[in-house]
């Protein structure tokens, strides 16, 4: 069965650093998700992505967020200067098409910012 | 605004207990709910859905309208039921499908 994946697993960065989280979605799918959940806390939608562009976006979502997809499989998540409190679980997730079908999730990436 | 609550943190039950896990949403309009399971290092994965309407490893939850309730219930723990649950909340209709999801409840079977 197909699935999402993610890399790296774990990443570990400095303050003030720029990172990129990948995702691989099922290939067929249309709508692209990214989610975060920072320890103790909830599952917390940052934004999703249709068509190469932005199709909602949370507050949380700010200037130093952006999203892309570069290729025709690859869907990344750019910070662009990290700060601690940006340290959680970030999860991507998938969906193929249609208001009533599941999005399927990724294992995550472990971000800390130390 | 959308919330889900999901009162307990932790439900510690014997093996062949009832379980009922609760959810409660806020929402105005048509949601559609999801419950959603994490496995001890796994992803996050569809349980089920309150349009399905079907029984997953014996799991089943109904969606009350007038109580704004979707608790996910099974009649006998199984220890292979030992997850983290979260209960979730969405639009219906339309394409982009925002999940809200609550606090999660840890659900502990022991043999």
């Known amino acids: 069965e197909p699935e999402v994946t993610q890399t790296p697993s774990h990443q570990v960065t400095q303050m003030g650093q720029e990172v990129i989280l990948r995702c691989v979605p099922i290939s067929n799918h249309l709508y692209f998700y990214w989610y975060r959940q920072i320890l103790g806390q909830k599952v917390e939608f940052l934004v999703s992505?249709?068509?190469?562009?932005?199709?909602?976006k949370s507050e949380i979502f700010d200037d130093q967020f952006s999203v892309e997809r570069p290729d025709g499989s690859n869907f990344t998540l750019k910070i662009r200067s990290t700060k601690l409190e940006d340290s959680a679980m970030y999860f991507c997730a998938s969906k193929s098409t249609g208001s009533t079908d599941t999005q399927y999730f990724g294992p995550g990436t472990r971000l800390t910012v130390l | 605004a959308q919330r889900v609550t999901q009162p307990e943190k932790l439900l510690s039950v014997f093996k062949g207990a009832p379980v009922e896990l609760k959810c409660n949403y806020s929402?105005?309009?048509?949601?559609?709910l999801f419950w959603y399971v994490q496995y001890s290092r796994q992803r996050l994965q569809l349980l089920l859905r309150h349009i399905s309407r079907e029984s997953i490893k014996g799991f089943t939850a109904d969606l009350n309208k007038g109580e704004t309730s979707f608790h996910l219930k099974k009649p006998f723990a199984q220890e292979e039921d030992s997850a983290m649950y979260y209960c979730a909340l969405s639009y219906m209709n339309t394409g982009f499908q925002k999940l809200v999801f609550g606090t999660g409840t840890r659900l502990l079977v022991s043999p």
């Open positions: 992505f249709y068509n190469n562009e932005i199709s909602e």
């Open positions: 929402y105005s309009g048509s949601p559609e």
